[in-house]
């Protein structure tokens, strides 16, 4: 049975914190010693590898929303475009899978912390951490699933009964968690990635507008932005996806990958009855359009290895006005030309291709043109699926070979911009727009080009929660977080009718995920644990 997860696997996902199992550990001693202990709560982290930084992840958080269409390569068109999407989707099950596991880790340490030998100084901080982790998991479950199954208690061995949970049951757990992690951690950790405190009042603070808990949303994200814990907004956009920046003042927490490409896909037959941990970050892979394909151009590290899974709408494209920095810090189009083999006329490093959303004229031009006319029809659905302007923020050019596919990029969880965005959503939903726009208003200056700062400010008139969600589009593109955006705010199903003609097949029962039909079909209480309606 899918949910039944023993042990899980000691692997850290963390660069800084020891990612080995200590010599001698053992199932019995995991609980039982400090040392074991410790490998138990890196396991415990080590889940979050399987969503962020994955296409799994990336194809549940991103894909099927109004910013994201099918690129040649989506190999789960079903999630995207919301036709004949079923329990047998396969990245609905990896990640049911792995969510799984890492409660019932997370359940197992919480239940058994008192019997591991912990110093009355360490205790609390791995409590937190591991409750932390729950919430953490429990949110991502809830929102893909709904009511599926709860439980505190770990399971051991095979079981064949689930239970069907209220909503609200996850999400009073997630609160008291965060609640006792947020009064338990520390403002800093020498072991970069592990959660801290603020790190912890930020996503309650995410969970508290999830749950339309307005006023105490607002209140936990300025407790993070007037906590003096140091945070802030890098002053160019750009900067935050440089890979030697990574480790930056604007990030509040990172799932966080190793530079020892080895280190991200360690075994543990003790911890990890799932196998391993999913390898390193492969977010660079997956935005990038086939370039390799066109006149001047061949396969670089520069330019990346095109999957091509994914592009932009149109729609997100738009969203970009000329005033804007962060369209030119998202994304990439001009590739310059790199082979011996050109048009004639075109020298090493002129202009091959380029992408626009704009209208342009390719007369007269030596390179490729793929301009708006040319990738979308007049509705905005999508005419060329290999050529587009492509997100950029997760290249990573630092990988040793052309065909690597495999980055040490840390993926940001949550940023520090967030926190200002959440206080202006929470604000407009109680009614003060006016206080909406100033926060509003510290993201958009950061993004303004330089001498714009004026014209990219809004006033109270301006600010709707539709124009807060195209605020977070144009802030958070491929984030990993669009989907839980339109689920939470009420408007996913109305915003991709309006904004994705490529998956207006979407109904209302796609408010969640089918729950893994190998899941369905193991339970023996079927009349209690069924398919979530719409789905087999």
Known sequence: MIIVAGMTTLVSCKKDLVEKNPSGITAESVYTTPAGFEALVNAAYSYQRWWYGKEEGYSMSEMGTDIWASGAGDVTTDLTNYINLQGTNASVTTEWQALYAAVNLCNAGVNKIDGAGLSAAVRPVREAELRFLRAFYFWHIVESWGGVHFTLQETQGVITTANKTPVETFNKQIIDDLLFAVANLPATTADYGRVTKPAAQAFLARMYLTQKKNAEARDMALAVINGGYGFTLLPAYSDLWKMANLKNKEVIYAVNYSTNLIQNDLKD?????????????????????????????????????????????????????????????????????????????????????????????????????????????ANGSVKDQLHYVTLSKFDDPTRTSINEAQSARDVFVIRFAEMYLIAAEAETNLGNKTAAATYLNV???????????????????????????????????????????????????????????NATAIQDFNLVRPIPRAQVDAVTNKDEFKQNPGYQ
């Open 269 to 377: 037959d003790i911890l990890n009855p799932l196998g391993h941990s999913r390898g390193s970050n492969n977010g660079h892979l997956l935005f990038a359009m086939k370039y390799d394909d066109q006149p001047a151009m061949i396969r670089d590290i520069l330019n990346g290895r095109p999957f091509d899974r994914y592009m932009p709408t149109r729609f997100l494209l738009d969203l970009y006005s000329a005033d804007d920095s962060r369209y030119e810090g998202s994304f990439k189009t001009v590739w310059l030309a790199n082979s011996t083999i050109r048009p004639a006329g075109m020298k090493l490093g002129d202009t091959a291709i380029l992408a626009s959303k704009a209208v342009v004229s390719a007369a007269g031009k030596l390179y490729k043109v793929y301009d708006r006319n040319a990738v979308y029809n």
């Open 443 to 501: 993201i958009r200056t950061r993004a303004a080009k330089a001498g714009r700062v004026a014209s990219m400010q809004v006033t109270a008139d301006q600010v709707t929660l539709d124009f807060i969600l195209d605020e977070r589009a144009r802030e958070f593109a491929g984030e990993q977080i669009r989907w839980f955006d339109l689920k939470r705010s009420g408007k996913l199903i109305d915003r991709i009718k309006l904004y994705n003609p």
